[in-house]
């Protein structure tokens, strides 16, 4: 043993050697921390149990028709988005989940697309109110192979005014040959259901390798986008050149995603394309 051990093992705090004291007190921090853990996910446990109680009492509510809305958003929007939306409902914030209510003898728009369009649903859906029905797909739309297995469910026999739909950051990663098949067999199944279809390019992502990210991705996919539109007669709301020039003031820091100014932008910009495209004036 080293005289320094030595002199370690030799000290004391009343009474107990300095190393036990130390052992005895880190088991000490690591038993208080692992009780404030179990302690926080016991009453996260306890508010979503409340959280559950306080929504199913809402959801009954409901007419009918709002409950088998509410039944078809818990079947279709996803274990992450489920637990936000009851929150939000019961603290009566909008959301781009919420029933539609579209009111007969107004045009009807169908909102289809990823993350990005669920933020700006609501805001198109507030500046259209009364002038147009916005109506949405029930989940973030993913892929478009994930659309091409969905859309007929998404769809039925419904006919819209305008589809307004995007794909492109979920499929940064598909193969270019693969997403223009894919979209154009997408386009196909659109046409039947919309007098109007209009494709929104995809917003700008940040370089990072770590996320699988790089623009390079987006660039490509908007292009062969707009060559699959083209070929359809489809015009294109080109969501990318609207933002990349301000994009760092209204995107998420190294995010695909958008601040609260970013989506209303984009909404107010989505919501311009539809009145045009529509013949809406303000």
Known sequence: MSEEEKSTKSKKIGG???????????????????????????DRLQEDALV?????????????????????LQNSIGSYYWPLYKRDRLAGKETCWDYADSKPGLPTVFVIGDSISLGYTPVVRKNLKGKVNVERVPENCGKVSHALGSIDKWLGAKHYKLIYFNFGIHDRRTPLATY???????????????????????????????????????????????????????????????????????????????????????????????KSLLKIDN
């Open 52 to 72: 559950d109680q306080k929504y199913e009492a809402w959801r009954q509510t409901l007419s009918p028709e709002r409950q088998d809305w509410e039944n078809t």
């Open 180 to 274: 223009q098949k894919e979209l154009q067999a997408l386009v196909q199944k659109l046409k039947p259901h919309a007098d109007i279809i209009v494709f929104a390019s995809s917003t700008p992502l940040p370089q990072d390798p770590s996320k699988e990210m790089d623009n390079l991705d987006i660039l490509e996919k908007n292009r062969v986008a707009r060559e699959v539109m083209k070929e359809n007669q489809i015009p294109v709301d080109d969501l990318y050149a609207f933002v990349e020039p301000n994009k760092h003031e209204l995107m998420e820091k190294n995010d695909c995603h958008f601040q609260s100014a970013g989506y209303v932008a984009l909404g107010n910009h989505a919501t311009e394309t539809i």
């Open 16 to 42: 107990m050697p300095l190393r036990d004291t130390l052992i005895l007190s880190f088991s000490l921090l690591c038993i208080l921390a692992a009780g404030a853990y179990f302690t926080g996910i016991y």
